[in-house]
C-alpha cells in the first residue's frame, strides 16, 4: 500500500512539473496580471464624446468594405497583426495563426451588420519562436463593458465586450447578426488543450450609451 502512495504522489508531482514546463508562458502571463494589475489608466482606451461621434463617422456604411488588420485590447496590453485567412481547414488556419491572430473566412466586413469570428492561441510550448503562441492568455480577464479596438488601416473600429463562456467546439456555432456588428474572440481552453473553447462575444459601439 505504501508503495503505491509513493507512486502516486510521484506521478502527481511529475505532472506538476510538466503542466508548468509546458504551460510556462501562460503560467507567467497569468501570475504577472495577478500581481501587477492593469497597464496605468493613461494606457487604456478612453473615449469621450466627440471622438466617439467621429468613430461612429467613420463606419457609417459606404460602398467601400472594410477587413481588420490589427486587433488592440489596451485593458490588457495586446496587440497582434490580423491575418486574413483564406481556407477554413486546419493546417492553413495553424499555419496562419503563427502570423497573428485570424480573422475567420465568411466573417463580414467591419462596417456592415453581421458576425466576425477572430481566433488566436491562448498557450505555446516552451520551444516556440513565435510572437504569438499565448496572445490569448488573458482573454479570460476581459468583463461586461471592457472596450477592444480593430483596425483597418487608419480607420478604427471600437467593440464592446457583452460576455463570454466556455464551449466545446462541436457547439461553436456562431449565427449571422441581422441588426449589429458582432465579433467573437476565440481560443482553446483550459490551457494547452484544444478540449474546449472561450468565447468573448463583443458587439460594435454605435452609440453614447
Known amino acids: 500500500m505504501k508503495e503505491i502512495l509513493i507512486f502516486i504522489l510521484i506521478c502527481?508531482?511529475?505532472?506538476?512539473?510538466?503542466?508548468?514546463?509546458?504551460?510556462?508562458?501562460?503560467?507567467?502571463?497569468?501570475?504577472?496580471?495577478s500581481f501587477i494589475g492593469l497597464p496605468p489608466a493613461s494606457d487604456q482606451l478612453t473615449l469621450n464624446q466627440s471622438g466617439l461621434q467621429?468613430?461612429?463617422?467613420?463606419?457609417?456604411?459606404?460602398?467601400?468594405y472594410?477587413?481588420?488588420?490589427?486587433l488592440s485590447i489596451p485593458l490588457l496590453n495586446i496587440e497582434a497583426p490580423v491575418v486574413l485567412s483564406q481556407s477554413p481547414e486546419e493546417k492553413?488556419?495553424?499555419?496562419?495563426l503563427e502570423k497573428g491572430v485570424i480573422f475567420l473566412p465568411g466573417s463580414t466586413a467591419l462596417n456592415e451588420n453581421g458576425t466576425i469570428v477572430?481566433?488566436?492561441?491562448?498557450?505555446a510550448y516552451p520551444w516556440y519562436k513565435g510572437r504569438y503562441g499565448s496572445i490569448f492568455a488573458l482573454l479570460n480577464k476581459l468583463n461586461i463593458g471592457d472596450e477592444i479596438i480593430v483596425s483597418s488601416g487608419e480607420k478604427q473600429f471600437i467593440y464592446r465586450v457583452e460576455g463570454k463562456e466556455i464551449k466545446a467546439p462541436k457547439?461553436?456555432?456562431?449565427?449571422?447578426?441581422e441588426n449589429?456588428?458582432?465579433l467573437y474572440l476565440v481560443s482553446c481552453w483550459p490551457v494547452n488543450t484544444a478540449w474546449?473553447?472561450?468565447?468573448?462575444?463583443?458587439?460594435?459601439?454605435l452609440d453614447n450609451n
Open 171 to 177: 457547439d461553436l456555432i456562431f449565427q449571422k447578426d
Open 66 to 70: 472594410f477587413f481588420p488588420d490589427k
Open 118 to 123: 477572430i481566433m488566436g492561441h491562448s498557450s
Open 12 to 33: 502527481i508531482i511529475v505532472s506538476g512539473i510538466m503542466m508548468i514546463i509546458f504551460n510556462g508562458r501562460f503560467i507567467y502571463t497569468q501570475i504577472k496580471y
Open 54 to 64: 467621429g468613430i461612429i463617422n467613420s463606419i457609417l456604411p459606404s460602398n467601400e
Open 92 to 96: 492553413s488556419l495553424q499555419a496562419d
Open 196 to 205: 474546449k473553447r472561450i468565447v468573448v462575444k463583443t458587439v460594435q459601439v
Open 180 to 182: 449589429n456588428s458582432v
